[in-house]
């Protein structure tokens, strides 16, 4: 059984940082492109940011480049996301997703991912 675990949010000010992680059992992590995702309140999830399986290739939503990091650890089947430089638009529950490879879905769609984690809570004040 595959299973995400996220961890790493909490509260911090507007212009701090995090890094979130997202620890990952159940599947050959390394085989596998991962991606950050957030939803805010009354809002639908959207994509963050997204990493291929060795980590060479990432791609980020607009309103996070610059900003934000996402890397991996395949030794330690766990990807990353460093956020700097926090908003506090970024209010969000983050999730980690495994993408599926046989989907035809964008990158960015969250029906192209078939396990998430259970998502972590991160909250920025202004």
């Known amino acids: 059984q595959v299973q995400l675990v996220e961890s790493g949010g909490g509260l911090v000010q507007a212009g701090g940082s995090l890094r979130l992680s997202c620890a990952a059992s159940?599947?050959?992590?390394?085989?596998?492109?991962m991606s950050w995702f957030r939803q805010a309140p009354g809002k639908e999830r959207e994509f963050v940011a997204r990493?291929?399986?060795?980590?060479?290739?990432?791609y980020y939503a607009d309103s996070v480049k610059g900003r934000f990091s996402i890397s991996r650890d395949n030794a330690e089947n766990t990807v990353y996301l460093r956020m700097n430089s926090l908003k506090p638009e970024d209010t969000a529950v983050y999730y980690c997703?495994?993408?599926?490879?046989?989907?035809?879905?964008?990158?960015?769609?969250?029906?192209?991912?078939?396990?998430w984690g259970q998502g972590t809570q991160v909250t920025v004040s202004s």
């Open positions: 997703a495994s993408r599926n490879k046989l989907t035809t879905a964008p990158m960015t769609s969250a029906y192209g991912y078939d396990y």
């Open positions: 990493i291929n399986w060795s980590g060479g290739s990432t």
């Open positions: 159940g599947r050959t992590f390394s085989s596998y492109a």
